[in-house]
């Protein structure tokens, strides 16, 4: 991984904004002191800048405090597949063998602070503390159903369904509430058209026609990387749902 500018390690984790929402949640005071075993340091990343490439030896993990990151993969014509993007709470970077190189790319969408793990130090202390075992195999379980989710709206729906899906499954993660619940809510993505539309696997023009089409249906209000919306009914609820 990239060295971006570290800070001072803090030494106190229950004052971490997304110490409910990330890998340490089932700690008290005393076991989050303890996490800090295996705490490098934090680290902040510019906008756009590249956290790790392609190939790269994963020996560290992070979980993101705030800022959006997107992962993706080059194909052979040039072009870029976004296949994840990771919020504030989730944890990035993990893999189980040892000196693994990674198949993917990682880039800050937005200034980006993570807290760093020593990844061989992070596998010692969970198999000595079996609720952050159980917390760390509950959260590579929602990743895999996560892009198993993304996968089958990328395969299945239509470009409009695929929209309104990206769109609600990143409101529900961001305002923490199901998709029933999301009506009128403002929904901030700060994804630029190019990395929505290569999250979809379409091109920009189809993208603003079919936000286009969203809006003079009144489905969906936009402005400026600002959604929310003005009808449920149109989402594909057995996706969101699963």
């Known amino acids: 991984m990239m060295n971006s500018a570290p800070f001072k390690k803090n030494n106190n984790c229950t004052l971490c904004p997304v110490n409910q929402d990330c890998l340490c949640r089932p700690f008290d005071e005393n ?5 800090l075993s295996f705490k ?4 902040q990343y510019k906008k756009n800048e590249i956290i790790f490439k392609n190939d790269s030896k994963l020996n560290e993990v992070m979980t993101i405090v705030s800022g959006w990151t997107i992962e993706y993969k080059l194909m052979p014509d040039g072009k870029r597949s976004i296949f994840n993007i990771s ?3 989730d944890f990035v970077g993990f893999h189980p063998e040892k000196d693994f190189l990674s198949i993917s790319a990682l880039s800050a969408v937005t200034d980006v602070k993570v807290c760093v793990y020593d990844k ?5 202390f969970v198999k000595k503390h079996p609720k952050m075992a159980s917390r760390l195999i509950r959260m590579l379980s ?8 993304f996968l089958t709206s990328v395969s299945r729906l239509s470009s409009k369904f695929r929209l309104l899906y990206f769109i609600q499954s990143l409101g529900m993660r961001i305002n923490k509430c199901s998709y029933l619940d999301l009506l009128e809510k403002n929904i901030d993505i ?9 999250c979809l ?20 209000q936009t402005s ?19």
């Open 87 to 89: 919020i504030p709470g």
């Open 201 to 220: 696997g379409i091109t920009t023009v189809h993208l603003s026609r079919t936000f286009k089409e969203l809006k003079n249906n009144n489905i969906l």
């Open 224 to 242: 400026k990387g600002s959604y929310k919306f003005k009808i449920l009914n149109e989402v594909d609820s057995q996706i969101v749902n699963s």
């Open 120 to 124: 061989e130090a992070l596998e010692n």
């Open 40 to 43: 490098k340091e934090e680290r």
């Open 190 to 198: 700060p994804l630029t058209h190019e990395q929505i539309a290569d």
């Open 31 to 35: 076991e989050l002191n303890a996490a």
């Open 142 to 149: 929602y990743e895999v159903n996560k892009l198993s989710n």
